[in-house]
């Protein structure tokens, strides 16, 4: 059974850093793109960044130089780590690989 399991959201003020983690199972893990999307309240799911299997990266244009995406093999894990966060960081984010998705770690960031 595959899984996504998101981890390390909560409460930060602005200027502050969390970081996430996506525990993937159940499904070849290495060879896959692994993507962190989020979504605030009813808005459109937008792709904050994405890791290729060979470790490439691609981040949105608004969290470049913010927020590092990496992942792990060895532990089946993608980070999301994310520093400078500003208020409209505020959302779920969500750990997507192929047509799997998490449940969502949710980020406030306050003022």
């Known amino acids: 059974q595959v899984q996504l399991v998101e981890s390390g959201g909560g409460l930060v003020q602005a200027g502050g850093s969390l970081k996430l983690s996506c525990a993937a199972s159940?499904?070849?893990?290495?060879?896959?793109?692994t993507r962190w999307w989020r979504q605030y309240g009813g808005d459109l799911r937008e792709l904050v960044a994405e890791?290729?299997?060979?470790?490439?990266?691609t981040y949105l244009y608004s969290v470049k130089g913010r927020f590092t995406i990496s992942r792990d093999n060895a532990k089946n894990t993608v980070s999301l780590e994310m520093n400078s966060l500003k208020t409209e960081d505020t959302a779920t984010y969500y750990c997507?690989?192929?047509?799997?998705w998490g449940k969502g770690t949710l980020v406030t960031v306050s003022s």
């Open positions: 890791i290729s299997s060979g470790g490439e990266t």
């Open positions: 997507n690989s192929k047509t799997y």
């Open positions: 159940g499904y070849i893990f290495r060879t896959t793109n």
